[in-house]
């Protein structure tokens, strides 16, 4: 039997506020709209920036800690920094017209809120939702807890 890997990790920025809808069984669903950007020089020394579009959809899960749509709606508002943890899925339908369309999406299963709310107290409204306990990568961090003074600071630096 072969593995293999599905997972996305991405560290950027919302460009609107989640769009938060029912589905007709009753399941809540969000969806983001993700920016990442990579920034280098050109050959003439001269900077260059290209941002990348990624649409997120978070679903409400059976189960403790899994109300990924209810924290979107919550706690996520444009321009908010996020960390989202997923796997990449490849989608396809046809619209009114007969066309077919299609449409990567990134399925989160883990969402960190890295924006700091109005100079709070602390974190107070960093939100951290997911299914199993492990959080930061290479296991520097076993929850936000770890490192709430590194998600009040205002600059890029990520807290693992």
């Given at each position: 039997?072969?593995?293999s890997?599905n997972?996305?990790?991405?560290?950027?920025?919302?460009?609107?506020?989640?769009?938060?809808?029912?589905?007709?069984?009753?399941s809540r669903?969000?969806?983001?709209?993700?920016a990442?950007?990579?920034?280098?020089?050109?050959?003439?020394?001269?900077?260059?920036?290209?941002?990348?579009?990624?649409?997120?959809?978070?679903?409400?899960?059976?189960?403790?800690?899994?109300?990924?749509?209810?924290?979107?709606?919550?706690?996520?508002?444009?321009g908010?920094?996020?960390?989202i943890?997923?796997?990449i899925?490849?989608?396809t339908?046809?619209d009114?017209?007969?066309?077919?369309?299609?449409v990567?999406?990134?399925?989160?299963?883990?969402?960190?809120?890295?924006?700091s709310?109005?100079?709070?107290?602390?974190?107070?409204?960093?939100?951290?939702?997911k299914?199993?306990?492990?959080?930061a990568?290479e296991?520097?961090?076993?929850?936000?807890?770890?490192?709430?003074?590194?998600?009040?600071?205002e600059d890029?630096?990520?807290?693992?």
């Amino acid at each position: 039997m072969s593995r293999s890997l599905n997972k996305v990790m991405l560290i950027g920025n919302l460009g609107a506020d989640p769009e938060v809808r029912s589905t007709n069984n009753g399941s809540r669903v969000a969806t983001l709209s993700l920016a990442t950007s990579r920034q280098w020089s050109g050959q003439g020394g001269e900077k260059q920036e290209k941002t990348e579009w990624h649409r997120v959809i978070c679903w409400n899960n059976k189960g403790p800690g899994s109300q990924l749509a209810d924290v979107a709606e919550k706690y996520m508002k444009k321009g908010d920094r996020v960390y989202i943890e997923g796997r990449i899925e490849y989608r396809t339908w046809e619209d009114r017209e007969k066309q077919t369309r299609y449409v990567t999406e990134v399925i989160a299963r883990e969402v960190l809120l890295l924006s700091s709310r109005g100079g709070g107290e602390g974190g107070g409204d960093v939100a951290r939702a997911k299914a199993t306990a492990k959080v930061a990568p290479e296991g520097k961090a076993e929850s936000l807890e770890a490192f709430p003074e590194a998600l009040d600071e205002e600059d890029d630096d990520l807290p693992f």
